[in-house]
């Protein structure tokens, strides 16, 4: 059987996917990636526990285990993404760069370093090989664990040394299956954070690292009207309600976040309703298309997706939506599907009426 270098976080989903290839009879080679300094941290895929549990399961497998560090590559390109984001006014997703950047990037290097032949995670998501030989990248059989959109990246390159162990399943199975090999984590609660905020405090973070993108600046009405003042353009988003400290007639929520000019604008929901978005850095599963498609495109991690037209251009795409889409925002990801299949995604640059 093939070698295969598993990404163990310690939880329950990636523990899970490491023993069922055991169990299926791969040489398997658990890694816990040291991502970030952990003082202070002590929750999701970081800190002392996380490892200890990651380790635990190796033992009582006993499969061969490392904790390669990687603080490296998660500072240059996710913790430095999301704070270029934040100067931007714009809406980071560090865990797509994550993904992108470490997790099927550096981690697939060090299994070639290793001389390992495949790499595998807990995602929930599925790849199937077409009769053409190409590889197809499909949503995870439990939706409501489908993490698809947070790996719209994977080419054809990454699907071919991937497995993907317990995206053909639900997550009620997955707890079964670590009961079943006696884990002692199999019901441990999902991670909701930010793997390197302590305490999930974005704004602790960012003042701690980028106190300069918190400088105060107005709030004003997309009629140019001051409403107030904002405690910093990081700490903003398009489509956000809840802690905009002003008083308006009537219910107000972030339309644009104007970093440059220091300047949050509100306005009616009404207005946040967009009929078409430009994406760049766009990456296709399979070959790109020769010219305009009709998919369906999700433009956040929980969101619905929506009908809409592509139109491929030199470095970005242009998507228009049937109906106009709420709150589109610069930063997130938008993903284009086909049914259950993943045609590919990129980086919102911005909304256009």
Request: glycine share 10%; with cysteine.
């Amino acid at each position: 059987m093939p070698s295969v270098l598993v990404a163990m976080s310690g939880g329950v989903d990636s523990s899970v996917a490491a023993c069922l290839l055991h169990e299926a009879g791969y040489e398997v080679l658990g890694s816990h990636l040291k991502l970030v300094d952990t003082a202070g941290l002590e929750h999701g895929c970081c800190g002392p526990g996380a490892e200890r549990d990651a380790r635990a399961v190796a033992a009582h497998l006993g499969f061969a285990f490392e904790t390669p560090s990687m603080h490296g590559i998660f500072e240059r390109t996710v913790i430095d993404g999301f704070l270029s984001d934040a100067a931007q006014g714009r809406t980071a997703n560090p865990c797509a760069t994550c993904n992108q950047n470490v997790k099927f990037g550096a981690f697939l290097e060090r299994a070639d370093e290793l001389g390992v032949d495949l790499i595998a995670t807990g995602h929930y998501v599925r790849a199937r090989r077409a009769s053409d030989g190409s590889w197809r990248l499909l949503r995870g059989r439990d939706r409501a664990k489908d993490q698809s959109y947070m790996l719209h990246m994977l080419g054809q390159r990454e699907l071919s040394r991937a497995l993907f162990p317990v995206g053909d399943q639900t997550k009620v199975e997955t707890r079964e299956h670590a009961r079943r090999f006696g884990l002692p984590i199999a019901d441990k609660p999902d991670s909701q954070e930010l793997c390197f905020v302590a305490d999930g405090d974005a704004s602790a973070f960012i003042a701690s690292r980028a106190p300069e993108l918190l400088r105060r600046g107005e709030v004003v009405a997309s009629s140019g009207e001051i409403l107030g003042s904002h405690r910093g353009t990081a700490l903003y988003t398009v489509g956000q309600r809840r802690g905009l400290g002003i008083s308006a007639p009537s219910r107000s929520y972030v339309l644009e976040v104007d970093a440059a000019r220091d300047r949050v604008v509100v306005g009616p929901e009404a207005l946040l309703r967009r009929r078409a978005l430009i994406a760049e850095d766009w990456s296709w599963v399979g070959h790109a298309p020769a010219g305009p498609i009709e998919a369906e495109v999700q433009i956040r991690y929980r969101g619905r997706p929506s009908a809409a037209t592509l139109v491929p251009e030199r470095d970005s795409v242009r998507i228009s939506f049937q109906v106009p889409e709420r709150a589109i925002a610069p930063g997130q990801r938008a993903v284009a599907y086909r049914g259950d299949e993943v045609l590919g995604g990129g980086t919102i640059a911005a909304a256009v009426t």
